[in-house]
């Protein structure tokens, strides 16, 4: 049992701190890292720790990987404590904490990113695990790069947050409401200055993996592509993105690949408001040609909303788009309140009914029981139905929008006394 990503893949957050992947939970195996050795976690004060462990290589590996990609570097991070140890979890055939997502959606019987991730690239790179060192470091720089463009942004979906959105910020004080924690972040480094981008050594890197925010409307990354584009090493290069969609997808006829997933929720009315910001006839308009290098899928993301409307999203966009391919590749854990759990049993069971009622061509039926059982696993509409009404109701203020007429569909006011 093993991921191929910690071999070939570094990954960042959206404020710069490494990571294996996207759906890495760095600060549970950080907790691992420090309980194994003794220490606690989140470790005091440097004042109040002492001497000989402030000095220790552990202690200079979790600055290092703290301060960041804004103060350090790929070379150094990469064979650090934090992918180091992960390299050796997968090599005893055990989960690394930071790995537990996909392990929930194995153990539902779902298609984790692991097995997805696996599927593309592990026969090509299997050989790099037998490169390993007994200490989990590796005498090779990732081939491909996963980094997060920063919050900006030209969209403020409902699960969102000014977390992974810029635009969010405007809605700062009403999403505080509903247990956003506010973290001063700083991602300019990767917004406007250009000392990240310079430094990528495009001769090396094969391929490249873009997520925001919204990369498009980053003006460094567009900068970035055009000088990749106009490379003679374009033509040996992939770039993956997830996108909402919105933006040109400009300069980029020269890559060997450019794999795009553009995110969707929902169809017409109940996309637009999920998905604030979005006009949906002009993102029809923008997404029916590409150039002939381009994979494109659309990429559904599971939430409470998005799972009632799932049939008339998938079928809308089938019968506009047959040759654009319906991926399942997301769930909503936060905030609790979007998650599909978080629905009244009657409408769990009308949905359940109309998946088991369509018919789902052969690649999302495997899939879709993994969402079901998901939905099923817990009961959250007794502790957070009355938070979902309380925050659509305030999300309709902020934004003069209307939820009833956008969900009338789901008529969720019936299930709360």
Not at 359 to 373: D, G, Q, S
């Amino acid at each position: 049992m093993k991921c191929i990503l910690p071999w070939i893949n570094f990954g960042t957050s959206t404020y710069g701190r490494p990571r294996v992947c996207g759906y890495s939970d760095h600060d549970a195996q950080w907790e691992v890292l420090f309980t194994d050795r003794g220490y606690p976690y989140p470790p005091p004060p440097a004042e109040q720790t002492p001497e000989h462990i402030l000095k220790s290589d552990f202690a200079q590996d979790w600055k290092s990987w703290l301060n960041k990609l804004e103060n350090s570097n790929i070379n150094s991070q990469w064979n650090g404590v934090y992918f180091r140890e992960i390299r050796k979890s997968f090599l005893r055939d055990e989960w690394p904490e930071n790995c537990k997502r996909c392990k929930h959606v194995e153990s539902l019987g779902g298609t984790s990113k692991r097995m997805d991730e696996n599927h593309m690239w592990y026969e090509k790179y299997k050989h790099l695990i037998d490169l390993t060192n007994d200490d989990g470091s590796l005498p090779y720089q990732p081939q491909h790069l996963d980094v997060r463009t920063g919050t900006i942004c030209n969209f403020k979906c409902i699960h969102c947050s000014p977390a992974s959105s810029s635009r969010w910020n405007e809605d700062e004080s009403l999403i505080i409401k509903y247990g956003y924690e506010v973290v001063e972040n700083n991602d300019q480094w990767i917004v406007q200055d250009s000392k990240f981008w310079d430094n990528l050594d495009i001769s090396q890197i094969k391929r490249y993996n873009f997520l925001g925010g919204e990369s498009f409307y980053n003006k460094r990354h567009n900068e970035f592509i055009k000088r990749l584009n106009e490379s003679p090493y374009a033509k040996d290069v992939e770039i993956a993105y997830v996108s909402n969609g919105s933006l040109k997808f400009e300069n980029m006829e020269n890559f060997k690949k450019v794999r795009l997933r553009l995110s969707v929720d929902g169809a017409e009315k109940a996309g637009e408001y999920f998905r604030f910001g979005l006009k949906w006839n002009d993102w029809c308009n923008n997404i029916k040609k590409f150039p002939s290098n381009f994979d494109v899928s659309f990429q559904w993301t599971c939430s409470n909303i998005s799972m009632f409307y799932l049939v008339d999203t998938y079928d809308i966009l089938r019968e506009e788009f047959p040759n654009i391919r319906f991926l399942f590749n997301n769930h909503v854990t936060e905030p609790y309140h979007m998650s599909v759990q978080n629905l009244p049993n009657e409408l769990k069971d009308k949905i359940k009914h109309e998946i088991d009622a369509y018919m789902f061509e052969k690649e999302a039926r495997e899939v879709l029981p993994f969402y079901i059982n998901h939905m099923f696993e817990k009961d959250g509409w007794n502790s957070h139905g009355k938070i979902l009404l309380n925050y659509l109701n305030d999300l309709d203020q902020a934004r003069n929008i209307d939820w009833r007429a956008s969900f009338s569909e789901m008529n969720l006011e019936k299930y709360v006394e």
